[in-house]
């Protein structure tokens, strides 16, 4: 009997380095048996699909190539909404994974669970936490979400697409409904498929813990050892393939190196940042450990993460017997 789950990432050539990198530690922490790692390119040019194609092979994790025309001509950012059309039809239940992520621990658990046919998991996106906050920043997170059309109530929900858990039935219709609005849009806000996602599937999300999709900023706040990431994801610049900046440490950089090395054929797709880059990045990360300690690491937005976890394991037991 075919394997109905599978962890599935989209990238084009730009980020099929770290796609790799994240498919390798997925793999290595979800047992085959319960589910399938799969990559789907987008334009990747064949002499590059076909290293990356064997080294899949090697590793048992499944790759397609697709052109950007099977996506409307959508970049590969885009490639999650026609997961449902892309996909071989066994696949029920599907864990969507960006490539600037690293899988720290064991899968199992989240995949065993898998979400009510109608509904799917999501965490909070970092803006949430800052909506009663009193400064420019909250007040422009309150002005975002009014802009796309989000309601107070359904703000408090809204939900950061890095990693999203969902039924192939239920991510078909909100999938369709958000690939409508983008083509009949002519201007794109600041996170074009996250606000359209959080438009057309806020009612369906079920808040999912932030140790499955971990904002790498948090580590300034001190969060992990309650919230304990499994996926860890790096968002915003710079990324962990570009070298060891804080909040990350070198075990955070080494999956890079260490893939290198194990594959050296691979290794015209990591692209290594410039000498002034490098030291801008140091200066900019160093800063922004200082305030983020400082605002995250105690007070009301640490506070209100801590609530929303707990929420997340006062809803785990209601959500479980809704999946069966």
Known sequence: MSVQTCVCY??????LFPTLVSALQARAH???????????CFDVDAVTFSIAGSICKKNNIIIFSKSRSDIDGASAMLGRLYLDEILPENYRNILYVDGDTQIKYCLNELLSCPPPKEHFFASADPMVFL???DSREGEGVREHFVDIGLT??????????GVLYFHRSAWAAIA????????SQSRMSRFPDQDILNLVGIERVLPMSLSWNFPVFLFNADLEDTIQPKIVHYMSQ??????IFRPWQAVDYEPYPAFVAAYPEI?????????LRKARYLAQQNYKRFCETRRWGRGPLHARILDYEA???NGAEQTEQLSF
């Open 10 to 15: 989209c990238t084009d050539q730009s980020y």
């Open 30 to 40: 979800a047992a085959a048996d319960i589910a399938d790692i799969i990559i789907v």
């Open 131 to 133: 909506l009663e906050d």
């Open 152 to 161: 107070s109530q359904k703000s408090t929900l809204y939900f950061n697409t």
């Open 176 to 183: 369709e409904q958000a690939r409508t609005i983008i083509r």
């Open 238 to 243: 710079p990324k962990p393939w570009e070298g």
């Open 267 to 275: 290794s015209g797709l990591w692209k290594s940042s410039s000498p």
């Open 311 to 313: 929420r997340c394991r």
